[in-house]
Every structure is written in C-alpha cells, then in structure tokens.
C-alpha cells in the first residue's frame, strides 16, 4: 500500500515590493486593523492583507507575524529563492495574545515550495469547502532534481483542519530528494478529507532503494477525525499519520484516532491510524491510536509497518477498538526490501472490531523476512461481535500468514474469550516461523488454528507442530495472568493497566537472554527497567498496578470527549534506538 497525494495547484509568481535596500533580517506585522500602506515593520504600523505580505521577498532571519486571535483570508507562499536556514531561518508566526487563524479562499494556506530554512508556529489553518477538495493547511513540496535535500522545516503549535490534507511534505515526481532535520511537534490535525499528516515520495526501487526525507522527529500530534474520500476508490484516503519515503524518522507521544470512518466502501487500499511505507529506520514509541475506522473490507487498524519498510521498530504504543488490526506488519511487493523489523512491548485491546479477518497483531506478505515480535500484550474479546454471533468469524489475538521467513515470536500475551489465539494460515515449521515462550490463555475454549487443523490445547499444538519447544524442553504456557482487561464489563481503554498482569502464573516458561536471540530495549511499557527474570507481555507482573493512574496529569486534556493521555507517554521511559541490525 501506498499514499498517493494531490497536492494544490501551483501558486503563480507574485509581484514583489521592494524591500529597504539595505540591512535585515526583518520582522513584518500584519493586523486587520492595519494598511498595506505602511511598512508593516512594526505593530504600530502593520500591513494589513495576507496578500500585500505575500508579495514580500523574505530572506534567511525574516520574520513575517500575524496578529493573534484575528482572522486571514488568503494564504502565504515561500518560494525557491527564498529561503533561510537552520541559524536564520525564515518564521511565520502569531503575536499578541492567542493563535492568528489563515483561512485561504479554496487553496493552501501556506506553501513551502522548493526551498526549505523555515519555521512556522502558532497558528490555526482553516480550510473551506473547496480547499477541502483542492488545498493543504501547510504543504512542504520540491520537485528539484538535486541530490541534496532541503534542510530545516519547524512546524510546532498549529492547528490545521477543513482541508484535503492537513499537513503534507513530499517530493513529487521527477524530483530525487525531499527534505532532513524536520521537527513538527504539538500539532492538530482534524476534519481533514485524505490525511491529517502525510509524508511522500517518488516510486520505491527495490533494486535501488532511496528515500527522499531524512532525520525526522514528530511529536505530539493529534491526529483525529480526517474521514477519507467515498469518492476516491483508486488511493487510500483517512489516515492519521502516514510516512512514506522515508530515512531516520522518530513518531513518539502521538495520538491518531476516530480516522477513516468515510473512506471509499469499494477502495483495495484502506487507512490506519499511523502507519509507514517505503521507508527505513523509523521508531514508533509512546503512541495510542484507537478506534480509527475503514470503509472498505480493509485496514483500519492502528499501527502499520506497510510495504518496503526496513530497520524499523514499533514499541511502547497502544491501539484498542479499531475497526482492523491493532498492529500489521506487510508486505504486498516482491521486493524484498521488506526486513529486520520488530514490534515490541506494545499493547491490543479489541481491536478487529470490524474485519475478523484481521486480529490483535497481524504480519504476512511477499519476501517478508526477519521479523521479530516479541514482549506485547493482546487482549481479544470477540463473543459479542456479529461475526461471532453469526457464527461466521471471530479475529484472532494473532493472525500469521503465508510470505514469511525468519520470523520469531516470543514472549508475548495472546488472550481471549473463545476466539482463537494464533490463527495460522499454514502449519509452519519452526525454521521459518518460531514461537517460543508466549502465554496463550482464554476465558473460554481454548483455540488455536494452524495450517487446517485445530487444537485444543497447548500440549497437543506443541506434539504436533514442533512450536515452544527449546532445546528440547517445552516452553510457553496457558497460565491465568489475571489481567482486568478480559473481565472489564465496561472497559476502560485508555488506562492501559488493565493490561498489566496481576500475577505471574504457575507454570509460565518464557524465554531470557541468552535463550532468546532478541534484544529486549531498556524498559516495558510503563517504564519499568527489564528484569534479569524473563517474562511474558508488555508490562512486568503487578508494574501496572503500582503506575499512578496515567491520566492524572491529564484530566483537563481531552479531545472530542476522550482521554488522550497516554501510560506510557506520562512515564516517558527513555527511547530505544533502531538497531541496524537485530
């Protein structure tokens, strides 16, 4: 899968007044209640129009400041032959008391275009009616051939709804690189049609791999409510947060969720809540992405490492109630670029709500190899879904389909009330996919499906297919961790504690350095140091119970009604690097 944009039309040139012959950098007002005939180089004496200011030629340490709490019409563009740089970058930004809002006539509000030494904080982008369909609250974009990127792009403090997209930076096509060291933190983006924060690139080569963004550092972005298209079957349209194209990216203490809800009923490519493609070496840490919807018959989950991705981990993050699968790893192309991954100490909780096809985490595809998934809790609790009512279908905790090698799983909580555990599209061997040390437990039948047969049990799935064993010795175990999460009548998703085991177990064999090959990273999911005693799941035994609730910082912070605190954004453990290799 990947994400096609239509980005806004090309602005035309513009006439530029003349700027004083000599000195600078300098700082330019505009308020509604100045005159375009005034310098505008102070608040006494602003401009007063967003297109007299637009005309300005600005260079490196300029700064253009819109008065706070008034209204624009009309939108802002930085050209190739301005630009400034990481010591004297160009800023657009609000003065006074609360955020300027630039609400553009059917466009972007503010275009970056070719050039890059640029920041922009603390204003609000309101899209109309057909910049819903045709404009961008902030699009970066190049379409330079050069082999070097555009450096420097700050976006922190904005809030950007009513629009096709809510931010974009991408190089479009013929272009070879995009942009590095871009930062875009506490950032809304809401009530978008296609995307509320979107990266993009040229077509991935296998044989060539490239990738047009490098040194990428997202945090605290809200990313809520961006429906998708019904009418754009050909492309994926509703994610919250999508990376494509690529190098060294961080997303961390984010939120995606309520996304995709009017997204096509007929498209062969869905949206998630955050999720990444033709990329390589990216960490999703400290996330929470819930109930993030499809209107088709696919995704609709909430993390997703997609095609083409590589030297990658997704760790500490939560989803919970998504319409697919809480986390997916794929691949649909023959690259085989799709490798050394891991998806660690996170956390499912009913996710598939609507496609049983899916489950809690799920991983298939085309020349998928070495992946590692390892120390996350799933809680699947599917009586109550129609497929199960129905008697058609009911997700599994875990779904692993044809297309892999190398794949180990290890150490995980895979938890039920009736559905199946693992559900496995062929009887795979030990060779190619490995699970050793996980805890399979149901409050109801024990099922787990591999290849056409069904077991009942730990002991004859283990006779019979080769699985948790080590050394010989049995390893895993279906042991009552006594997690709140299976028995919650009305549950409380955003607290993850109920996730936390309460008690260890009797008979629980997991694995521990040096039986198990995998580095573990610096903590669980609340941020407790890991233990020399090997365990099971995302959260030591009893850690969660132990937490402060991890909303209690929080209470006042709600979006839509809803929490978006985060456990393990509060306790902040420190981040894990990517490893180049596992």
Known sequence: MALLLLTACEVPGVYRPA????????????????????????????????????????RPGDRLRLEGGARFRGSITLEGDEAGNARNPVVIESYGTGRATIAPRGRSAITV??????????????????ALREGVGISVRTALRGTDRLSHIRIANVEASGFQNGISLGAEKGAVSGFSDVRISDVSVHHNLESGLAFYGPVFDGERPAYAHEGLRIERVKAYANAGDPQSADRNTGSGITLGSVRDARVTHSVAHDNGSRSAADAEEGPEGIWVYDSTGVVLEHNRSYRNRTGSRVDGGGFGLDNNVSSSVVQYNIAYGNDGPGFLVYSGQPTGAHRDNVVRFNMSWDDARKLPEYGGIVAYGTRLADLAIHHNTVVMRTADLPSAAEARMRPPAMRLRDGMRGVRVENNILATDGGPLVAGESAYAPDRIRLQGNNYYSTGPWTLEWGPERFGSLDTWRAGSGQEVHAGRPTGSDDDLCLSGLVVRVPDWADARNLAPRCAGRTTVALGPPASSLGLGGSDYFGNRIPTTPFVGAARPGTGLRTASPCAADRGSRTQGEVVCDGAAMSRPPATPVPSAR
């Open 113 to 130: 275009h070719d050039t890059a030494g640029v920041e922009i904080r603390n204003l609000s982008l309101v899209g109309d009616r057909k």
């Open 19 to 58: 700027r004083p012959a000599t000195g600078g950098p300098y700082t330019f007002y505009v308020s509604p209640d100045g005159d375009d005939a005034n310098d505008g180089m102070s608040a006494a004496k602003p401009w007063r129009t967003l297109d007299h200011a637009n005309g300005v030629g600005f």
